[in-house]
């Protein structure tokens, strides 16, 4: 835009902070988070709740299978140190006395509610689902009272049980293994009742496992979960079996329709998370959703394992933990939730201040400017300390661990450390406030003072600061 049009220049500069500051429900930046996985080790089909009381609440199945433990912190990190208390213990005959598993916390109508799946003691695979009430304030002190079975249309296996509302009603989703239909569970939904352990009127079946990915090992459609944004309901669910072929489904409805209707729903033709090579994650599943301390991110909650081959059944590996990331949103307003991200340190994108919905993303390893990146772990990059020292930055690749942005003729590539101190340096940066005001951050090369990273061109740069409002803007980036 031409310098001598002051007043154009102001009222786009103000256009592009307004787009910054919305909500990341559009295409817009939401605030990096900062995270640390795994959260928990040996835990897994975990599930966090955040209160108004300014406490998440985190919950697990523990490998031995024999309690409902529950700890509570003021941040999602916290969790991972914070001390855990067993709420309640199997029973020592008859029913709950065995496979303890998939416990839920959520609080219901002032009181504070647990689902969760148990067997029996003799019949260890007679799986069904039940729940614990507390009226305690803290429901890490309790007390807590067994609720009973949730009696469910078939005395057949079932699990997973899960509540969510929508339109002033409250329903009940859950795992369940129907009489003629040859799965090992299929998902379902109906109304709660007159309390949160009762469901009334029709029950649902809202899909059966038929696809490749969902029927590798076993024929399972399990732990399900919403996440409610821009007008609709998203369910993800989880699929095959426990070991490396785990992984997670989606059915989409509007939330305007009747979720009690079947064909409201329409399901993904392929999983939406699933195991990476790349990051030597493998068998994600069983998740929740939460939202990050400043509430403008979803935060998807898994558990994996950092190995694919297991000896023996899956369900006596104890090695399941519990993980999370960020959820991103796409243009189109449907979720994007990447690959299983690297253990260590979360990683974040570089999204363009004035070209809002953009990110740096590499493609052929060559960095360049992108909207609606496909895949999203293209655009994804750790912040770790520099490579060249102390007081400085890299960015190292989501998908190709090892691999860090740097530059190499003044064009920003993302290539593998080759151990030189050349590449060490063309691959750090002095991270400085935006060139562009707060709320944003330019990366200032290490080894070419007043050399910033840039997008021109569709590409992205490494050039010199020529003091120029379309240079600051092109050199300012939100951390998302």
């Given at each position: ?375 999203l772990a293209d655009s994804q990059f750790r912040l770790v300390t520099g490579l060249s020292g102390a007081g400085t930055v890299s960015l190292e690749s989501t998908n190709f661990p090892g691999y860090y942005l740097r530059h190499r003729n003044f064009e920003a590539w993302v290539e593998k450390r080759d151990g030189t101190a050349l590449f060490d340096a063309d691959a750090s940066f002095t991270r400085r406030t935006g060139l562009a005001g707060a709320g944003t951050v330019s990366l200032e090369s290490a080894n070419f003072s007043g050399y910033f990273v840039r997008h021109r061109g569709g590409q992205v740069w490494v050039e010199q600061n020529d003091g120029s409002a379309t240079f600051r803007g092109n050199a300012s980036f939100v951390l998302e």
């Open positions: 835009m031409p310098l001598r049009k002051p007043a154009l220049i102001a009222l786009t500069t103000l256009l592009v902070m307004v787009a910054n500051l919305l909500s990341p429900g559009s295409a817009q930046a939401s605030p990096a988070v900062r995270y640390t996985n795994p959260l928990a080790a040996q835990r897994a089909d975990p599930h966090i709740f955040r209160h108004t009381d300014g406490y998440y609440y985190f919950t697990a199945t523990a490998p031995e299978y024999d309690r409902i433990v529950l700890r509570r912190a003021t941040t999602i990190q916290g969790l991972a140190g914070a001390p855990e208390t067993v709420i309640w213990r199997k029973h020592s005959s008859g029913e709950m006395g065995a496979h303890i598993w998939a416990p839920e916390i959520h609080f219901i109508n002032g009181k504070w509610y647990v689902y969760f799946a148990a067997g029996r003691a003799d019949d260890v695979w007679r799986i069904r689902m039940y729940v614990l009430e507390s009226s305690g304030a803290n429901p890490l002190t309790g007390p807590w009272t067994e609720r009973g079975r949730i009696t469910a249309p078939w005395d057949t296996f079932s699990l997973d049980a899960t509540t969510f509302v929508t339109g002033g009603v409250r329903y009940l989703l859950w795992a369940q293994q129907e009489p003629g239909i040859a799965t090992n569970s299929n998902l379902y939904i109906a109304r709660m009742g007159a309390n949160p352990w009762t469901i009334t009127g029709a029950t649902t079946r809202l899909t059966v496992p038929t696809l490749a990915w969902e029927t590798r090992g076993y024929k399972v459609a399990e732990g399900p979960s919403v996440l409610q944004r821009n007008g609709r309901l998203f369910l993800t669910y989880s699929a095959s079996a426990t070991d490396a072929n785990y992984c997670v489904g989606l059915l989409t409805a509007s939330a305007a329709a009747d979720p009690l209707q079947a064909s409201s729903w329409a399901k993904s033709s392929n999983p939406v998370f699933a195991g990476s090579a790349a990051t030597s994650q493998y068998g994600p599943g069983h998740n929740s959703f939460t939202t990050s301390e400043d509430g403008q991110s979803d935060i998807l909650v898994y558990h994996d394992r950092n190995y694919r081959d297991i000896s023996g059944d899956p369900l006596n590996d104890p090695n399941r933990r519990t993980r999370v990331q960020k959820v991103y949103w796409r243009a189109d307003g449907t979720p994007d939730f990447g690959i299983p991200v690297p253990d260590g340190a979360t990683p974040a994108r570089l999204t363009s201040y004035d070209t809002p919905g953009q990110a740096v993303r590499h493609w052929d390893f060559r960095a360049r400017l992108e909207a609606d990146v496909t895949p």
